[in-house]
C-alpha cells in the first residue's frame, strides 16, 4: 500500500483508499484508538436492538459502560451553488464555459447526440481543472505532542462564480482538517482559498476564491466546467475521460470506460453507495478531479481507489446526480475564514465517533456519542447530556471529533448556532434542536 496515502480503507481486507497525495500517515497511536473504538462499539452494540431510521430511533436500554474514545478523520463545513451550463458574468469579467470550446466529432455519433474526441474534451476542460495545496499538521511518531507540517495535494473543478468568489468543487476529504490551502489554476498561477462548504457523509465540498485576488491573465485562462443533468443515465461501457493532479505531480489525463454502476465501498469508516466504477487510472492526488463523458460534461467526482494486488484498474467516482440536490442546498451558506486564536469558541463535549458504517452495522444514529459534558459549559446549558448523539451543528453533519474540532475553527465565541441532537426517551433516541451560545476556548 503506498504510504504516501491520506487515510487507509478500513474495511475487512484493506482494498480502498482515497485518491489524494499526502506526504505523511496517520500516527499509530491514533489507528489503535479506532481499533479499540470498534471493539467497544461492538460489545455495547450487543446490549441493543436496531435503531429506526425515522427520527425516533429505538434501543433497547441506556447504554452502559464506557466506550474508548476514538477519532476519524473528516467533518462538515460550509456551503455553495454550481454553474449552469452558461458563462456566468460579473463586474470582476466573464469566464467561458468548457463546453463552449468542444470540437465535435461529426463522423461520431453518442446516444443520439453529437460526441467530441478526447482531444477536444481535455482541450476544453483543463482549464476548468484546479491544483489544490495544503498544509496539516501531524503527529511526527517522535514522542508525546511532538508534530510536524505535512503537505497534501488534491484536485479541484471550477463550477461557477458569484459576485466575489469563483467556486471549486471537490472531496471533502482533501481539505479536511487543514492549516492552509492554495488553489494552482492551468496557468500556474496560485491564489490563497478558503472552504465554503463541506459534507463528509456524502465526500463533498466547495471551496471559494476571492476574485479580487485573481488576476486578469488567470481570468481569461480559466473555464468554468458543465456539470451533467443526466449523470444517471450514463450506461456501463460508456467512454469517459479522467483529469486530475496524479501523484501530486500535476493535471494528468486517463480514459477508460465504466465498468460498473451502484457500487458501495467503506472509507476510513464510512460507506459510500451509488459510486461508478471507472478503469481509467485514478491515482495519488486524483481525488477531487473529474470524471468527463464524451460530451466534454462531468458526471462525477473521482476520490477513491482499490490498492489490492489481486485487483487492477478499478477507480471509484461519486455520480454528480447523487449530490446535485446537496450542492444546490449549501449555496446560501457564508464563506468563513478560520478564527483567531483570541476569538476561538468551544462546546464542551467529548465523545466517540458512530460513523456511517457504525450507525449502519450496530444501530445507532449517526453523530458524535457525547460520553462527557463539560459543567457550565454551552453545551451542558443547551440541554446536552451523556449518551446524546450530536449529529449536526449550523446545518452541517457532524460525523466525528476531529471534524467536529475543524468546524468549531471558524466559529467565534459568542456566536449562536442551531445544534440537532438525539436523545434517549423511554428507550428510544428521539431526534431534538436547540440553540447553543459557543463560549470562549480559553474557559474550557
Sequence with gaps: MNENEKNNINDDENKYIYRYKKDDLKNEESSKADDNTDKHMENESSKHKKVKEKKKKKVAALIGSAIAFGAIAGGTMLGINYAGSAAMNNNSGTISNASDTLKVDSDTSYASNETTTV?????????????????????????????????????????????????????????????????????????TANVKGSDSSHDVAI??????????????????????????????????????????????????????????????????????????????????????????????????????SNVENMGYTIPIYTVQDLIDSLMTKETRTTVDASESSYLGIAGVDITSTVSQNYGYPQGILIR???????????????????????????????????????????????????????????????EVTLAHADNS
Design 119 to 191: 482531444e477536444s474534451i481535455v482541450e476544453a476542460n483543463m482549464p476548468a481543472m484546479v491544483i489544490l495545496n495544503g498544509t496539516t499538521t501531524v503527529s511526527s511518531g517522535y514522542g508525546y505532542g511532538a508534530s510536524q507540517t505535512a503537505e497534501v495535494k488534491g484536485t479541484g473543478i471550477i463550477i461557477g462564480k458569484n459576485d466575489s468568489e469563483l467556486l471549486i468543487l471537490t472531496n471533502s476529504h482533501v481539505i479536511s482538517d487543514l492549516d492552509t490551502l492554495s488553489a494552482q489554476f492551468v496557468n500556474n498561477k496560485s491564489v
Design 207 to 308: 471551496v471559494a476564491v476571492p476574485l479580487s485576488e485573481i488576476d486578469s491573465d488567470t481570468m481569461s485562462a480559466i473555464s468554468i466546467a458543465t456539470l451533467s443533468s443526466d449523470s444517471e443515465n450514463a450506461k456501463v461501457g460508456e467512454q469517459v475521460v479522467a483529469i486530475g493532479n496524479s501523484a501530486g505531480l500535476g493535471q494528468n489525463v486517463t480514459v477508460g470506460y465504466i465498468s460498473a454502476k451502484n457500487r458501495s465501498i467503506s472509507v476510513d469508516g464510512s460507506t459510500f453507495s451509488n459510486l461508478y466504477v471507472t478503469d481509467a487510472a485514478i491515482s495519488s492526488g486524483n481525488s477531487g478531479g473529474a470524471l468527463l463523458n464524451m460530451k466534454g460534461e462531468v458526471i462525477g467526482i473521482n476520490f477513491a481507489g482499490n490498492t489490492s
Design 372 to 434: 462527557q459534558v463539560a459543567n457550565n459549559s454551552p453545551a451542558q446549558k443547551a440541554g446536552l447530556t451523556q449518551y446524546d448523539i450530536l449529529s449536526s451543528f449550523d446545518g452541517q453533519s457532524v460525523s466525528s471529533m476531529s471534524g467536529f474540532q475543524n468546524i468549531l475553527k471558524y466559529y467565534k465565541a459568542g456566536e449562536t448556532v442551531t445544534i440537532t441532537y438525539y436523545h434517549l426517551e423511554n428507550n428510544e433516541y428521539v431526534e431534538k434542536t436547540a
